[in-house]
């Protein structure tokens, strides 16, 4: 099966869902802010270390030469980021009216964070198998 008709598949599954299994609506409508926010969350933290973790990498980027207060730019807007982001989740998280304190919302929610890791250690157990080293990715910009 492509990944389209699997798009599509999918896609058939949660519009039945969302008509016709209520506590599915609150599963979308949340996770339709709460996803987006933790992945900028996750993106503000990488922003925060980066100049630190690959400090040859970051050098190299013209964003390097700005240091208001002494500290890097892209770790001030890190944080920044991160605050606010973080601010929407917990927002969300606080606010029981909002549906997401119910638990189809919060394990579906969780079940695809936990999916996203699974997924990626076992593609990093099967490339490896096969003599494939897909950390290289995550080494060098662009990897070789």
Known sequence: MGPVILSMVISVVAA???D??????SVITVGSVMGPAAVVFVTSIA???FPKRRR???EQAPVARYKPLGIPLIVLIGLAS???SFSVDAMYLG???LGYNAPVPVAF???ILLLGFLLYYVNYAYQKAKGVDITIAFKQLPPD
């Open 82 to 84: 991160a605050l606010a």
């Open 16 to 18: 039945y869902l969302f």
């Open 47 to 49: 922003a925060i270390l």
């Open 56 to 58: 040859e990498i970051y």
């Open 109 to 111: 929610t969780f079940g």
């Open 20 to 25: 016709y299994w209520p506590p599915f609506y």
């Open 95 to 97: 606010a029981p009216e």
